[in-house]
Each structure stands twice: as structure tokens, then as C-alpha cells.
């Protein structure tokens, strides 16, 4: 068997993610070449969808993988089992998911039938440096599982896959505590899984994250993740914005919001425009600094003179740009993280108690609207002013029942991840209430009925936190597992 290799597009602009995170497919989504015309002209237009600009947007993860099984005839899992048959089925999901997922994924050609053998291929494999190896574990017997040891024995992050009735449970369980992501099942979504995860975490060391405070230009790196750190002087986005000209394009982008919101609850429509003229500015920073993801001191670098980003960054959020508010690098992680593994955007929010719902308000003025993927339509949304009594926020509608997941990333020192579940259960208006306009409010999977148990808990530490739809609690802590970071989950 010869060697496979499927690649993904690592060109600059536009590139693969570009196309995956912007334009609202979802990761995996193949595009017809019409639609894929329509979304080069988009990409072209000032008010078109963003994109990575830096050097993630141009980075395609590399992995490599290999089969391993007993040359002769295995006793286990049986004559029954046709592994040949299995091994060319697998073949084709493997590189089927490479490629819907913009990775390269160098297949070795022969299947590894010794100690040896494995040995080699895992020495060559950490030569060349990827970010991750994936070993197919045929049958229980050597060398299958000595494979995934002498692979998790090079540092490099392994998943590992025994379909379903090939291996026993002590087998499984001793790579995974040596720290694979092992997968013992029927199903494939888990190997896409854990190729998702492998991707992200590629990712995010090579993101470069704009950060507009100060008065300095200067180059850091997130501590554990490795993001690229570029700072710029406040006074970039004030000289951005009053040099974006309102040209019909933005005019336009302005009337198609103004059609689409439900309502008008506050906000002019020369505040919709200024809010779109303000992410065209965000766009245009992002390009010009060659950045993956965009935060800004937004109270300080707007001042008075210029619109507040809530729209901006909402619509970058929509386009698989990650936009943060208030320069805050320790959400900025989760925010980068939740597009890489969910194909869809998180929102930052303050974490506001309810003490007598035992529930909690996720509070801010920065959300996306397309809550439920970026294959998703928006979610409605109407237009209320910033808590500020400014500018035109977009607040979409987050709906009652819905499941969620809350995370945080604190930043520096040993990396942990806080993971929590539970479901939508009111949308709090604002006013009556006191706050940000876009409130959600959510009750907590666990034993919380004493809101003020979280932090006590460490279940929250920061007055920031990423939510975003569905219950991922399961793949968030496999992703803490194979990356050594220390996973706070509740319920336990």
C-alpha cells in the first residue's frame, strides 16, 4: 500500500480557513465552485465577511498516522473480522476528514506488523514535528497498543482508535492515562474528534491575537498556548475609524441590519451605520497587521469620537473571526478554542448572580448571532443601546431550554480549564434590568442553588467567562486530557 496524503489549502488570502470559518460554513462543509466564486467577490468587498489574516489563517495543521496489527492471523478479535476490509474503510475516513477539516494527513503506506517497526516510524514522526500522530489499532496483540506507547513517548499529542471490538478495557485504559485521546468505538465522529482537537490546539500556537491598549507597539506570546501577542496604541482605532469613509457599500450593510432586526429599541439608524462603519475599521486593522483575532481597550480607545465595536465584533464573531472586548487575553483563549472544536462562536460575557433562581446572568454587549453554528442562520436579534446609553448593540435571542457550556481559561501559571453545563431558561430584559443588553440567564447543571458555592467551588474565579451553545463536556475535558491542562468540570 502506498503512502496517502491528503493536504489542505495553506494559501494566504483566502485561504482554507477563510472559507470554513467566515463565510458561515461549517467545518467540513464542501463548497460548490459557484458559491465559492461568490465568496471570493465577498471576501473582496469592504463589508464582506473577515477573515484569519495572520499567521494561523495561513497555518494547515500537519498529522501523521499509521495502522498497526499483528501480521499473522489475530486470535482476537477473530476470523470474523475482516481487518483488511476495516483498515480500507478507514483509510477513507481518515482522509475524507482531513480534508473537510483542512489538515494534511500523511498516512504510512504499510501497516506496522512489529515493536520495530513502530519504533522507527515514531522516531521519523517526531523528526519531522507535527502536530500529532493517530495510531489504528487493529487487534489487542503487539503491536498495536506498544505502537500508541511508543507514539505517546515522543510528546507528541496521540489519538488512538481501536474499533469497536478489537481491544479489552485494561488495554484502552492504560494509553489513556499515559495521555492519549483513545477512541473504542463503532462510530468515526470520535477520531474526527479527536483530529479537531489536535487542529485547535495547532491553532492556537499559531494564531496572532491584535490587541489595540496603551500607547506602545510590541510583540508577546500567551504563556502554555503560544498565541502571538500584537499590541498597537489606542489611538490606531481612532485614526482607523475617522479614516473609513461611510461609502454606499457600508450603506448598504447598515440598511440589510436595519431590515433584519426584530426591533429598534433604542439606537438610530445613524448608529447602525457608525456601527458598521466601525467594523469595516476592525476589519481593515485586522488585515493591515496581519492578525487571526482582535481585542481592544474599547472604553478607552473609543473614547467619545468613536462607536463603540459591539457590532463589529459581533460580526466578526458571525464570521469565525474571534473579537473580544476589554483586551481580556485569559477569555480571548476560550474564545479562539470554542470556532476550532464547535464550528461556532462563544460569547464573553460577566458573570451576574441570581441568588434567588440559584442561576447566574451572562451579561455583555459583544454577541454573536449566529449562536448555533456558523452553518447556522442567525438567530433573531434586535437592536438596544450599549449599557452606556450609546451607540446600536445587536442582541439576539437566546432561546429558553436550549443546552449550554461555560468556560474559562485563566492564562499563566500551571493551564486548567473550568467546565460547566446547564440550559437557558430566561432572556432578561434590559431595562428593567441593570447590566449589559444582551443577558441570558442560565441555570447550572449540578448542586448550585447557592450561586455564591461557584467561586468558593473555583467553578468561576473571573468576572468573565466564554458560554456558547450545546453541552460539550465530554470533549472539552478529552481536549484538557490530551493537552495536560487541568479540567475543573461540575457535576464531577
Known amino acids: 500500500m502506498t503512502p496517502r496524503t491528503v493536504h489542505g489549502d495553506g494559501k494566504r488570502n483566502p485561504s482554507r480557513r477563510q472559507f ?109 514535528h507535527p502536530d500529532g500522530l493517530i495510531v489504528f489499532v487493529l487487534d489487542r496483540q503487539p503491536p498495536g497498543w506498544p505502537t500508541v506507547h511508543k507514539a505517546i513517548d515522543t510528546g507528541l499529542p496521540t489519538v488512538a482508535y481501536a474499533p469497536m471490538g478489537t481491544t479489552f478495557v485494561g488495554q484502552a485504559s492504560e494509553a489513556s492515562q499515559h495521555g492519549a485521546f483513545v477512541c473504542s468505538a463503532a462510530d468515526f465522529s470520535d477520531v474526527v474528534l479527536g483530529m479537531k482537537m489536535l487542529r485547535a490546539r495547532a491553532m492556537l500556537r499559531e494564531m496572532r491575537l491584535l490587541v489595540v491598549e496603551g500607547q506602545e507597539r510590541r510583540e508577546d506570546e500567551i504563556p502554555f498556548y503560544g498565541t502571538k501577542l500584537r499590541y498597537l496604541p489606542e ?5 482607523a475609524y475617522e479614516q473609513t469613509e461611510v461609502s454606499d457599500a457600508i450603506r448598504n450593510l447598515a ?18 451605520l457608525n456601527a458598521v462603519r466601525a467594523y469595516v475599521t476592525a476589519r481593515r486593522v485586522i488585515e493591515r497587521e496581519e492578525a ?35 483586551r481580556d487575553l485569559h477569555s480571548a483563549v476560550a474564545l479562539m478554542l470554542v470556532p476550532q472544536l464547535f464550528d461556532r462562536p462563544g460569547f464573553m460575557f460577566n458573570n451576574v448572580p441570581v441568588s434567588d433562581r440559584g442561576a447566574m446572568i451572562c451579561s455583555h454587549c459583544t454577541c454573536a448571532t449566529r449562536l448555533k453554528g456558523f452553518d447556522q442562520p442567525s438567530v433573531p ?38 467546565i460547566l453545563t ?30 455564591f458555592d461557584l467561586h468558593e467551588a473555583r467553578a468561576i474565579e473571573r468576572h468573565h467567562n466564554i458560554l456558547f451553545y450545546g453541552n460539550w463536556r465530554r470533549e472539552l475535558h478529552a481536549f484538557c486530557h490530551l493537552f495536560g491542562i487541568e479540567a475543573l468540570t461540575w457535576p464531577d
Open 20 to 128: 470554513l470559518c467566515t463565510c458561515g460554513a461549517a467545518a467540513g462543509a464542501v463548497l460548490a465552485q459557484p458559491l465559492l466564486t461568490r465568496l471570493l467577490e465577498a471576501v473582496d468587498h469592504e463589508t464582506g465577511p473577515a477573515y484569519m489574516a495572520g499567521p494561523g489563517g495561513e497555518y494547515t495543521p500537519r498529522l501523521k498516522a499509521a495502522f498497526a496489527r499483528r501480521r499473522e492471523h489475530p486470535s482476537w478479535p477473530g476470523a470474523l473480522y475482516d481487518s483488511e476490509a476495516a483498515q480500507q474503510q478507514y483509510t477513507e475516513k481518515l482522509l475524507d476528514a482531513a480534508q473537510a477539516l483542512g489538515v494534511d494527513v500523511d498516512l504510512r503506506g504499510e501497516v506496522i506488523h512489529s515493536t520495530e517497526e513502530a519504533g522507527a516510524w515514531t522516531e521519523e514522526a517526531a523528526g519531522e
Open 235 to 239: 489611538s490606531i482605532w481612532l485614526e
Open 255 to 272: 440598511d440589510e441590519y436595519l431590515a433584519t432586526a426584530t426591533e429598534m429599541a433604542g439606537p438610530t439608524e445613524q448608529d447602525v
Open 292 to 326: 487571526d483575532a482582535f481585542t481592544m481597550h474599547c472604553l478607552g480607545a473609543a473614547g467619545r469620537d468613536a462607536t463603540y465595536p459591539c457590532l463589529a465584533f459581533a460580526r466578526l464573531l458571525d464570521s469565525g473571526v474571534p473579537a473580544i472586548c476589554e
Open 381 to 418: 436579534f434586535h437592536f438596544a443601546p450599549h449599557h452606556e446609553n450609546r451607540d446600536a448593540v445587536p442582541v439576539p435571542h437566546w432561546e429558553p431550554g436550549e443546552p449550554v457550556t461555560i468556560i474559562e481559561t485563566p492564562v499563566g501559571g500551571d493551564p486548567r480549564m473550568s
Open 422 to 451: 446547564g440550559e437557558v431558561i430566561e432572556q432578561v430584559e434590559v431595562p428593567p434590568a441593570g447590566g449589559c443588553v444582551v443577558a441570558p440567564m442560565v441555570k447550572l447543571d449540578g448542586d448550585f442553588d447557592n450561586i
